[in-house]
Every structure is written in structure tokens, then in C-alpha cells.
């Protein structure tokens, strides 16, 4: 019998550490074009990337998510789009996909967490092993996106 309580995720490597995003949240994973630079911008920007025309923010994600910067430089983004404009995080790698049942995450508003726990939306416990589950609609909000991305556009066309 099929479990339709199952989540699809894609599980990635930030400062040598798992971190999973739903893949239903994903547009696309490819390798990090040229970057335009962002002069002005807090340093959770890396820039601004061509999207297939659209000018999109590139984020330094281990800044945003862990707080530190990563001694591994990041060959890949993920192209997040949930609403209407897309972003793109900068990751260290792939590490596979993950259907996980949905019994088997748990809140992280209760765990003692080294990361900010409102961009953490759960985690899913796998051999003792924690992978904490990306809150994509709080990294929206938290870089203020579309109030952000025109602020950005401004500041590079200057």
C-alpha cells in the first residue's frame, strides 16, 4: 500500500551540514552563473544572477541560515519560487532525495537549535541524526523580498 503521507525533499550541504527543502519549492538546481555584484548590499546577497532573463538575488545562504560563513565555496544554487518572484540560495552540494512521511518530522520551535529556529520550519530525525527542514516562506519574509528585490534593482542600475 502507497503512503500518501510522504514528502518529496532535496537534501544539501551548507558549511559541511545536511539541510533538506521541500522539492515542491524548487524550480531548479544548476550550476552558479556569471554574478552581478551588489554594491550597498548586506552580505546575505552574493549579488544578482540571470534566471532565464529575469534578474534574480542570489543569497549567501550560510550567512542567512547558520550565521557563519562557509570555508567551502558553492558551486550550486536552488531556485526557490513560491511566490511571484523566484530566489536563489548558494549551496555547497547535492546529497540526494528524500521521500520522508510526514509523522517522522517534527516541529524545531522546541529544540535547542544553533540555527535560527523561525528559518528552520522542522526536522526530520534520521539515525539520531538531525536535518533541519528550510521554512522557505520566512526566508521570503525575512529578506523583505519584494520590497528588497526593487531596492537591489535600483541600487546595481545606478
Known amino acids: 500500500m502507497e503512503n500518501n503521507n510522504s514528502i518529496l525533499f532535496l537534501k544539501f550541504l551548507l558549511t559541511n551540514k545536511n539541510f533538506a527543502v521541500n522539492t515542491s519549492e524548487i524550480t531548479e538546481v544548476n550550476f552558479i552563473p556569471?554574478?552581478?555584484?551588489?554594491?550597498?548590499?548586506n552580505d546575505i546577497y552574493a549579488g544578482l544572477i540571470n534566471l532565464h532573463g529575469e534578474s534574480v538575488p542570489?543569497?549567501?545562504?550560510d550567512i542567512l541560515i547558520t550565521g557563519e560563513k562557509s570555508k567551502n565555496f558553492p558551486t550550486l544554487f536552488i531556485a526557490l519560487k513560491k511566490r511571484k518572484h523566484p530566489v536563489?540560495?548558494?549551496?555547497e552540494g547535492v546529497t540526494g532525495f528524500e521521500k520522508i512521511n510526514e509523522r517522522k518530522i517534527q516541529s524545531s520551535?522546541?529544540?535547542?537549535?544553533?540555527?535560527d529556529n523561525t528559518?528552520?520550519?522542522?526536522?526530520?530525525l534520521k539515525s539520531k541524526k538531525q536535518i533541519p527542514i528550510l521554512n522557505?516562506?520566512?526566508?521570503?519574509?525575512?529578506?523583505?523580498f519584494?520590497?528588497?528585490?526593487?531596492n537591489l534593482n535600483k541600487i546595481n542600475n545606478e
Not at 34 to 41: K, M, N, R, V
Not at 109 to 115: C, S, T, V, W
Open 58 to 61: 542570489l543569497i549567501n545562504s
Open 109 to 115: 520551535k522546541n529544540l535547542d537549535l544553533k540555527y
Open 136 to 144: 522557505t516562506d520566512f526566508i521570503y519574509h525575512k529578506l523583505k
Open 146 to 150: 519584494y520590497k528588497t528585490i526593487k
Open 88 to 91: 536563489c540560495l548558494l549551496i
Open 119 to 124: 528559518i528552520i520550519k522542522s526536522i526530520y
Open 34 to 41: 556569471e554574478i552581478s555584484p551588489l554594491y550597498g548590499a
